[in-house]
């Protein structure tokens, strides 16, 4: 496989000798069946993406583009379509051709990522399809609001990747973005109008791209509550606090499902895709437990504990939903014996949830091994894959925890643990893997890190939800997605670097600093939205009465919110320490070198406060790289010290080389 911009690699890649000099102002092109004006405006909008991002001669003729569309697709995309394609760049012309609307859009996204700075394509074959006919990313906009132009950004991102699913988490505790015309009370401060959400809806579809709605329900319902408590059988005030709340919808009241059959008509007016998400995670007890009329309904209705109470919940919504003509999607909470077989079930809480879903006969969107907000690396998400065995994706968790790029927060993410039920796949599914979706939960996540934040690791999962399962070389998807990357800003889409580097200048980072912010990432898993006494509360069972460092409220403006989930710079250190492993003695100096950049970096005056003591643990490492370097055995203590946690910061550079300077072949 060559190293490019090409993500996700296509099925099947013919690379052949020479090359197709772009030539004229744009293409000159020739729709040899059906045309639309979807397809005629994605043409315009790939023209003049390629001429922006290459440099090419006016001088010429236009290449001619033959586009073969086999047949229209319908207003709107939906579950299942056919979005093959078969891409062919010859020395004399560009042939594009896919039995139905959809595919040509993927294939003009390839066509894209093809070209060079220089303005040339490759001669080359493509003959592409998708593995899963889902490939989601779902935002959470009620944590923290997204603006229109923000999201239509993202879309065209998730276009340029091939994912073809925006799952819109429109309601939480802190934030309800719907506007109700019968209850107005609901919509908060900052919401979207429903000509706004309609018009987002064509702008993706334009792209392929389906958007589905989510209302959260029971729980995560404070902001409900809120505006209507008569919908609760206890009283809330509104929120900004993150974290699981007791506020529930009352199951047993019929004025609560009156109200969401109303809010499920609204919303199916303005969403046309056959699928709403209805939430149904981290529903606490305490409320219904401690309600002696709801232990009344229960028992009249032979309702034996909370867990069913809340199927009986799910079973009365899910039938809302169908009557507006929808199917309902719920988080893997909602999984009980009772649930409806037609309901999708979204898996997250971790490697056994997807086969509990798929062994009660239920279909299954995999979101477990793909939450975003973790700060993970691109490797790490890359690697669960939606189908593979059980006991490889628990082995992938476990390795998790002694990763030492993890070992900060290893205990906190062995508390998850407990969500297995081992054994579960021996059992023969019944239902089928639909795709895969990854969540980026808004806590610590504002517009103004939006970019960032996402895409430097998004793309990774586009291709695991796209392309064969074989494709999993970590080391080649790295170089493909810097090219990527690139490619997105180069266009005019995205400039995902240079977000980073604007919001870290702004930030206080100067020129001079930026060497050592490079090597930096935030903490990993919760350890950023818990803060420590949340994350001891969590490991002890007595999390919810302890205050987390952040809110709705808390400004995302610190040098932290601007760095890379992971450090592109310290994947190059850990290239060079494999070549030092093989013996190359090139590499060594090279590596040299940089502890002594390091060390003058952090001889320097005027240190951001908040980096102070990673700049101190920095200059302690350079020289650890040194002494190493002349043969001396490093002092570990010193290596432990520098590479903990700071406050919300990692040395990230430091569980690279830690390997190397102990002399460990672990």
């Not at 319902?221 to 699981?244: M, Q």
């Not at 199916?268 to 709801?294: C, L, N, Q, T």
């Not at 001891?536 to 302890?546: C, D, K």
Request: with cysteine; aromatic share 8%.
């Amino acid at each position: 496989m060559k190293a490019n911009g090409l993500l996700p690699y296509p099925r099947q890649v013919d690379w052949q000798a020479g090359s197709l000099a772009l030539t004229g102002s744009r293409f000159d092109v020739n729709y040899l069946a059906a045309r639309s004006e979807r397809l005629e405006s994605a043409v315009d909008r790939i023209e003049k993406q390629i001429w922006r991002s290459a440099e090419i001669t006016s001088a010429g003729q236009p290449v001619t583009l033959e586009i073969h569309c086999g047949a229209l697709g319908c207003e709107w995309p939906g579950l299942g379509v056919d979005e093959s394609y078969r891409l062919e760049v010859s020395g004399v012309r560009i042939a594009l051709q896919a039995p139905c609307e959809w595919g040509i859009l993927h294939g003009l996204q390839t066509l894209l990522q093809l070209v060079t700075a220089t303005g040339t394509l490759p001669s080359i074959l493509v003959e592409d399809s998708p593995r899963f006919p889902w490939r989601g990313l779902m935002i959470d906009v009620a944590r923290h609001f997204f603006g229109i132009e923000a999201l239509q950004r993202t879309l065209d991102a998730m276009a340029f990747y091939k994912l073809n699913v925006l799952h819109l988490h429109l309601t939480d505790d802190q934030a309800f973005r719907l506007p109700s015309t019968s209850f107005p009370k609901l919509a908060s401060d900052l919401s979207y109008s429903p000509s706004e959400l309609s018009g987002l809806v064509r702008y993706a579809a334009e792209r392929g791209i389906r958007v589905i709605p989510e209302l959260d329900m029971p729980g995560h319902t404070t902001s409900w509550l809120a505006a209507y408590p008569e919908w609760g059988n206890e009283r809330t005030e509104a929120t900004r606090r993150f974290g699981v709340h007791h506020g529930c919808l009352d199951p047993t009241n019929e004025s609560v499902y009156e109200a969401i059959a109303v809010l499920l008509g609204e919303l199916a007016s303005i969403f046309p895709d056959r699928y709403v998400h209805i939430g149904g995670d981290e529903v606490h007890p305490a409320w219904w437990s401690g309600s002696k009329s709801i232990r009344m309904a229960m028992q009249a209705r032979a309702l034996s504990d909370v867990s069913a109470l809340q199927a009986y919940f799910n079973a009365r919504v899910t039938g809302l939903v169908n009557d507006v003509g929808k199917v309902a999607i719920g988080w893997d909470e909602v999984l009980h014996p009772d649930l409806d077989s037609g309901v999708l079930v979204q898996s997250w809480r971790g490697a056994t949830a997807r086969d509990r879903v798929l062994n009660q006969g239920h279909d299954c969107l995999v979101s477990a091994g793909y939450y975003l907000d973790l700060f993970f690396p691109a490797d790490v998400h890359y690697s669960f894959d939606p189908e593979a065995q059980e006991d490889a994706l628990i082995e992938l968790e476990d390795e998790l925890t002694v990763d030492p790029r993890f070992e900060h927060v290893a205990a906190g993410m062995r508390w998850a643990d407990h969500w297995r039920n081992k054994g579960s796949s021996s059992v023969s599914p019944r239902g089928s893997v639909v795709g895969g979706e990854a969540c980026l939960w808004s806590e610590l996540v504002d517009e103004s890190v939006l970019d960032v934040r996402l895409w430097s690791r998004m793309p990774a999962l586009a291709e695991r939800f796209w392309s064969p399962v074989d494709l999993c070389d970590a080391s080649n998807m790295y170089q493909r997605l810097t090219s990527s990357l690139e490619l997105l800003g180069a266009g005019g889409i995205m400039d995902v670097f240079g977000s980073s580097a604007a919001f870290l200048q702004q930030a206080g980072v100067t020129d001079a600093w930026m060497p050592l912010v490079s090597l930096l990432e935030p903490v990993k898993w919760y350890g950023r939205l818990l803060g420590e006494q949340a994350l001891a509360a969590r490991l002890s069972g007595t999390e919810m009465p302890q205050s987390r460092p952040y809110d709705a409220d808390t400004p995302l403006d610190r040098i932290v919110d601007g760095l890379f989930p992971e450090s592109f710079v310290v994947r190059g250190v850990a290239t060079l320490c494999e070549r030092i492993a093989s013996g190359d003695e090139v590499a060594m100096k090279e590596l040299g070198d940089l502890a002594r950049s390091w060390r003058q970096v952090c001889a320097q005056q005027d240190c951001p406060e908040e980096l102070a003591s990673l700049a101190d643990s920095l200059a302690d490492t350079a020289a650890l790289v040194l002494d190493r370097l002349q043969g001396n055995k490093i002092d570990e203590a010193v290596l432990q010290r520098v590479g903990r946690a700071h406050g919300e910061y990692l040395l990230a550079i430091v569980p690279v080389l830690s390997r190397w300077l102990t002399g460990s072949k672990q």
